[in-house]
């Protein structure tokens, strides 16, 4: 199988809010993160469906990473994972 991923991946493991007025906000944990987007694990909530938008925050446990939410949208999921891309 062709590796088609344009950007590099880092393992992490970071709290992502991702929200959206349609369902408000969720909580998952960054499984990695790339230039590109990254990958979110959730757990106890529904997945929001492939082609949301939403704006993710992502924090560490001693605040945020970023101080501005960015917007990312949906690009997959599987069972409770999705993968988020980076709005430019």
């Known amino acids: 199988m062709n590796e088609r991923r344009l950007f590099e991946r880092t393992t992490t493991s970071v709290r992502v809010e991702m929200s959206n007025p349609s369902f408000g906000t ?3 944990f ?3 993160v ?3 987007g990254a ?3 959730i757990e106890n909530q529904p997945c929001p469906p492939i082609g949301t938008e939403v ?3 992502f924090r560490k446990s001693i ?3 970023n101080h501005e939410p ?3 949208k949906v690009m997959h999921q599987f069972r409770n ?3 988020l891309m980076f709005v430019r």
């Open 63 to 65: 605040g945020p990473i």
């Open 30 to 32: 960054a499984k990695d």
């Open 81 to 83: 994972t999705i993968g």
């Open 70 to 72: 960015v917007r990312m």
């Open 55 to 57: 704006m993710v925050m």
């Open 39 to 41: 990958q979110v694990q």
């Open 26 to 28: 969720i909580v998952g």
């Open 34 to 36: 790339s230039d590109g």
